[in-house]
């Protein structure tokens, strides 16, 4: 079973990361968007870790709607509103409970990434964040290292695809052959999940 300390070591391990990699997330950004893909979700997961500092919340569900309160007011761009989006509907999806189990908490996150299709109208093959997030909640079922590699595969695939939603896609044919910097960021926040359960 899933609890909070889990999912507060899930936002933890996921801000650490993105702190590591912002500078990689930064130059994807570079050539297919504005440039500053990397330092907006630092400042954002950097909020995150600050406000679950202070306030612990103790169920699965408020520390996840708590972590995309704060990217939604903190991140810039577009990403804000998909993150806080995404970890908003998956803790609403979780409700009050104390302890979650890993289905549950999959169909959770389902609900999340279907609620940030909605908000984004990407599909799968759009060169978005959802490439990495519906394979990785696809694998989920099996296990979290299942769901790291799908999500990072996903993230690596959107390298040859033509960007049909976001900034990218106003460059047309010129955003082939970039990986796309929202599905790699995505790919970070799969993979925490791994150190989260010390697996």
């Known amino acids: 079973m899933l609890d909070a300390d889990f999912f507060r070591r899930w936002m933890t391990a996921t801000a650490a ?3 590591r990699e912002a500078e990689r997330l930064t130059a994807l950004d ?7 893909h990397g330092s907006n979700l630092q400042r954002g997961f950097r909020a995150v870790d600050t406000a679950l500092e202070k306030e612990a919340p103790g169920t699965p569900g408020a520390v996840l709607i708590l972590a995309g309160r704060q990217l939604i007011s903190t991140v810039g761009g577009a990403s804000g509103p ?15 409970a104390p302890e ?8 959770a996150l389902r609900a999340g990434v279907e609620a940030v299709m909605q908000l984004g ?7 978005t964040m959802i490439d990495a997030l ?7 079922g099996e296990s979290f290292a299942a769901a790291r590699t ?19 896609s106003y460059l047309g044919e010129r955003s082939i052959g970039h990986q796309d910097p929202g599905a790699t960021s ?7 999940l791994v150190e989260a359960a010390g697996e």
């Open 82 to 96: 998909l993150y806080g989006t995404l970890l908003r509907r998956t803790g609403k999806a979780l409700g009050d």
């Open 150 to 168: 799908a999500a990072e595969q996903g993230a690596e695939a959107t390298t040859p695809l033509q960007a049909r939603k976001g900034r990218a």
């Open 30 to 36: 570079s050539p297919i968007g504005d440039a500053d």
């Open 100 to 107: 979650v189990g890993e289905q549950e908490f999959a169909d």
């Open 186 to 192: 995505a790919s970070l926040l799969i993979a925490g």
């Open 121 to 127: 109208g990407a599909a799968p093959g759009d060169k």
């Open 17 to 19: 990361s993105v702190d």
């Open 134 to 140: 519906l394979p990785a909640v696809e694998a989920l």
